[in-house]
């Protein structure tokens, strides 16, 4: 079974062709700039053949009709026709209180996905786009599923994801805590899980996907008791251009001085801030890992507070759970950046948590970090969100 994976945005579409037989990736690409001048699409195959190339998509049909020429393509392709794929699996970030499992889509489910809009402006709309220039090409015979970073938050408790704003404002417009990344956590959860060769359902677990978009989330016998991430991907620690938490007096003062609209601040908090906002240098961290390296105190103090947030909230969720059986680090800077995870793990010394450092140092994939005498184990996990929605596929497509 060949399972076509898609994580759709506003102008990007992101694909994965994956063979499920072993599970590994047969190709993959990206369209960029969807709806924009200069669109392209990148594609690779396994085997490394690979092309970019510069092709109008005023549409999310038209990125379709690209991602299906490259797949069948004579020179690059990995398929013979377009019914080799068996089915077709949807990243949607935002699935609300309304969806907690990953599901066949229907008109139904597709209205229910809109009607969360207003939780994910910035996401939602394109995964529609996507869903329908989807069926425009492979048609209504190839099942599609879609899978939702929420879902695997949906069991936190009520004292965990409530605001204490008046409740008036959860009841009517379902103002709470949803997370993200939920995917990513599920996956390299259980892939703790097994690292350690124990049962998550014994397991406290706390997964730190940190990225230019970053969420720690504490995962107690299999199922999430609370994330970062709020209502929206603003909330937890600081990222690439999001501020991350900070008083909520913080948005109106500046608002006032500045004369900024909502719209305005909200521009502000998710795409000047952070990394970006406090270096001032980029919102890329090997930039500013460089611009630390040159001497740069803003660059440095970024990383500081990154650190010291990461660490915090690691705190926060041991005494959350009554315990920690173990930690891992996921996503670009976690897997990339032995630097950080030094940095975070130092703070937890008083605990007993060790990282055997040399072995910290070269490590880039899933692996122990941690040193032999560590209280709790610590651990590299890469993360693959790909072949987690492509499983949740197959396993709903086999019920047909």
Known sequence: MKILVINAGSSSLKYQLIDMDNEQMIAKGNCERIGQEGSFIGHKTADGR??????????????????????????????????????????IVQGGALFSDPELVTEEVIKGIESLIPLAPLHNPGHVQAIRGCKQVFGDDVP?????????????????????????????????????????????????????KKDIKDLKLITCHIGNGSSITAVKNGKVIDTSMGLTPLDGILM?????????SVVTFIAEKEGFTPQEMNTLLNKKSGLLGISGVSSDDRDVTKAEEEGNHRAALVHQMLYYQIAKYIGQYWVAMGGCDGIVFTAGLGENQPALREAVIEYLGFAGVKLDKEVNAKTRDTAFISADDSSIPVAVIATNEELAIARDTKAIVEKL
């Not at 991602?67 to 080799?84: H, P, R, T």
């Not at 965990?160 to 417009?173: D, F, G, I, S, T």
């Not at 690439?240 to 909520?248: E, F, M, Q, V």
């Open 50 to 91: 690979s092309f970019t190339k510069e092709i109008p998509m005023p549409d999310h049909a038209k990125a379709f009709h690209a991602v299906s020429e490259a797949l069948l393509s004579e020179e690059y392709g990995v398929i013979k026709n377009l019914s080799e794929v068996s089915a077709i699996g949807h990243r």
């Open 240 to 248: 690439g251009t999001r501020s991350g938490c900070l008083d909520p």
């Open 144 to 196: 599609m599923v879609v899978v939702f970073d929420t879902a695997f938050h949906s069991t936190m408790p009520e004292k965990a994801y409530m605001y204490a704003v008046p409740y008036e404002y959860y009841e009517k417009y379902a103002v709470r805590r949803y997370g993200a990344h939920g995917t990513s956590h599920r996956f390299v959860s259980g892939a703790m899980a097994d690292l350690m």
